[in-house]
C-alpha cells in the first residue's frame, strides 16, 4: 500500500479547506441575496400597500366633495375621477399577497364603487336617490380609509411584515415574533366591514346581478335525476346506460351533470333541476374534414332546436372553426330581435351531428310576455342622431342587454362608413341615446361582432 507522503497531505488539506471557504461564501452570497430579495420583496408590497391606503382615501374626498355638485359637468367630473381612482386601488390590491385572507368585501366596495360613480357620470340628472348612495358610500370609503391607514402606519414603523402573509412555511415563526399582525388586522378589518345598502342601478356589479333568476324556469317543476339522464339520452340519441351521473351544482340554475363516451369522442351534458331543460353539451371529439357548407349546418342547427320546442329563432352571427359551425340565435317576437334570449348550437361539418349547445341566456331571459316601453323616438328621429359618414343598410327595432342585465329596446341599424366597415348602432327608442355600438366582422369563418 502506497504511502500518502506530508506534501500530499498538506495539498489535501489546503484543498479542503478552500472547498470549505468556497461553499461558505456562496452560502453567504445565497443569504445575502435571500435577504435583498426579502427586502425588494417587501419594499414592493408597503409601496402596493400605500398606493391602496392612498386610492381610498382619494375616493372618500372625491366622492364627499360630489355631495355637493351642482353642475352636470362637475358631477361628471367627480364620478369619473372615483371610477378611476378605484381602478387604480383595486390594481394595488390585487397585488398584494391576501390569497389566503378573505378580502371580498373590500374588493367588492371597490368593484361597486367604480361602476357605479362611471354610471353617474353618464346620467342626465343626479337624484335624491343618487344623492344618498353617494353619502353612504363617502362615509364607507373614510371608514375603511381610517382603518388601513392606521394599520400601513403599523407595517411602516413596528415590526410587522407583509412578506410574511405570502410565505406560508413561516406562519409559526411569524406568532413567535408577532409579525402576524397585519393578517390579524386585516381579518378583522374585513369583519367589521361598514355596513352600506346595496345599490341598485344599471351596472355589471349592481347588487340585483345577484340576485337574478331564471325567467323562463320560474314556477317550473323540479325534475329528478332519473328524469334529467332519461331526457339527456332522449336527445342526443343514446342508450341511457350509457350516461354516467357526474354530480350536481347549484347557482343561478342548479343542474344535473352526466357525461358519456361515445364514438365521437367524450360527451358532456347539463340538464336544469328546474324543467329538466338541456343548458350545456359538448363533444370532445375532433372534427377531421368538413363536408357540409355552413349555410346547410344553420338549417340542421334550427332543426335540433325545433325538437326542443325552442322556436322563431333567427340566426344572427355565425363562425367556423376547426370543421365546426356555431351558430348564435336570438328570438324573434313579432319582428323585435330579442338578443337576451340567446342560443348557441355548434355542428360538426363531417356528419352534421351536435358537438356543442348552449341555452343559458335562453333560459335566463326569455318570456312570451315582456312588458315593451312605449316608443317615443322614431326610426327617422333616431337615424338623424347617428354620425356623419354612415350609409344605413336597414333598420330594425332589437332587445339588447344592458351593462347592468337590464332589457333596452333599441333602434337598430345597419350601417356602412366610406371604408366598406359595417356597424351594428343601437339607439334607445324612449330616450334617442346610443346604447351600443358593434363592429360587423365577415370573412371566411364567418360573420361576428366586435
Known amino acids: 500500500m502506497k504511502k500518502i507522503g506530508k506534501r500530499s497531505v498538506i495539498r489535501l488539506t489546503s484543498y479542503a479547506l478552500a472547498l470549505v471557504l468556497v461553499l461558505t461564501g456562496l452560502a453567504a ?64 390590491l390585487s397585488s398584494l399577497p391576501f390569497a389566503n385572507i378573505e378580502l371580498e368585501k373590500t374588493a367588492k366596495f371597490l368593484s361597486q364603487v367604480g361602476d357605479y360613480s362611471y354610471s353617474l357620470s353618464k346620467k342626465s340628472e343626479i337624484t335624491e336617490d343618487d344623492l344618498n348612495n353617494i353619502t353612504q358610500l363617502a362615509n364607507t370609503a373614510y371608514q375603511l380609509s381610517s ?10 414603523t413596528a415590526d410587522s411584515s407583509i412578506t410574511i402573509i405570502a410565505d406560508a412555511e413561516n406562519t409559526a415563526s411569524a406568532k413567535q415574533q408577532n409579525l402576524n399582525s397585519v393578517s390579524d388586522t386585516l381579518n378583522e378589518i374585513e369583519t367589521q366591514f361598514p355596513e352600506y ?26 325534475v329528478t335525476m332519473e328524469y334529467a339522464k332519461e331526457h339527456a339520452a332522449k336527445v342526443f340519441g343514446i342508450d341511457p346506460d350509457m350516461l354516467s351521473f357526474d354530480g350536481e ?47 346547410e349546418c344553420i338549417t340542421l342547427a334550427k332543426e335540433f332546436m325545433s325538437t326542443l320546442d325552442i322556436t322563431n329563432m333567427d340566426e344572427s352571427y355565425y363562425i367556423s372553426q376547426e370543421n365546426i359551425v356555431t351558430v348564435n340565435f336570438a328570438w324573434d317576437t313579432n319582428g323585435i330581435t330579442c338578443y337576451p334570449d340567446l342560443v348557441k348550437v355548434s355542428i360538426a361539418q363531417d356528419t352534421g351531428r351536435i358537438s356543442g ?4 341566456g335562453y333560459l335566463m331571459s326569455h318570456s312570451d310576455n315582456r312588458a315593451l316601453p312605449e316608443i317615443k ?50 339607439v334607445n327608442v324612449t330616450t334617442g341615446n346610443e346604447e351600443q355600438i358593434l363592429i360587423l366582422q365577415q370573412n371566411d369563418n364567418g360573420i361576428l361582432t366586435v
Open 357 to 360: 349547445f348552449e341555452s343559458r
Open 147 to 156: 382603518s388601513l391607514s392606521e394599520l400601513y402606519h403599523q407595517v411602516l
Open 29 to 92: 452570497v445565497n443569504y445575502y441575496e435571500a435577504k435583498q430579495y426579502r427586502w425588494q420583496l417587501e419594499a414592493n408590497y408597503q409601496h402596493y400597500f400605500g398606493e391602496l391606503v392612498s386610492g381610498i382615501d382619494k375616493i372618500s374626498f372625491t366622492l364627499q366633495k360630489g355631495q355637493y355638485a351642482k353642475s352636470r359637468t362637475m358631477a361628471s367630473a367627480l364620478s369619473n375621477e372615483v371610477a378611476r381612482q378605484s381602478a387604480l386601488a383595486a390594481a394595488a
Open 249 to 295: 351544482s347549484s347557482g343561478s340554475i342548479p343542474v344535473y351533470s352526466f357525461s358519456a363516451e361515445t364514438d365521437h369522442g367524450t360527451l358532456y351534458v347539463d340538464i336544469t333541476k328546474q324543467g329538466g331543460y338541456v343548458i350545456d353539451m359538448m363533444t370532445s371529439g375532433v372534427v377531421s374534414d368538413a363536408k357540409l357548407t355552413p349555410e
Open 197 to 222: 345598502a346595496g345599490l341598485i342601478y344599471d351596472g355589471p356589479f349592481s347588487e340585483h346581478i345577484n340576485k337574478l333568476e331564471a325567467v323562463y324556469l320560474k314556477d317550473k317543476p323540479e
Open 377 to 426: 323616438v322614431s326610426a327617422a328621429e333616431a337615424e338623424q342622431a347617428l354620425a356623419d359618414g354612415l350609409t344605413v343598410e336597414n333598420s330594425g327595432l332589437a332587445i339588447i342587454p344592458s351593462d347592468g342585465k337590464y332589457e333596452l329596446l333599441c333602434h337598430e341599424f345597419k350601417c356602412t362608413d366610406d371604408k366598406g366597415m359595417q356597424y351594428l348602432i343601437y
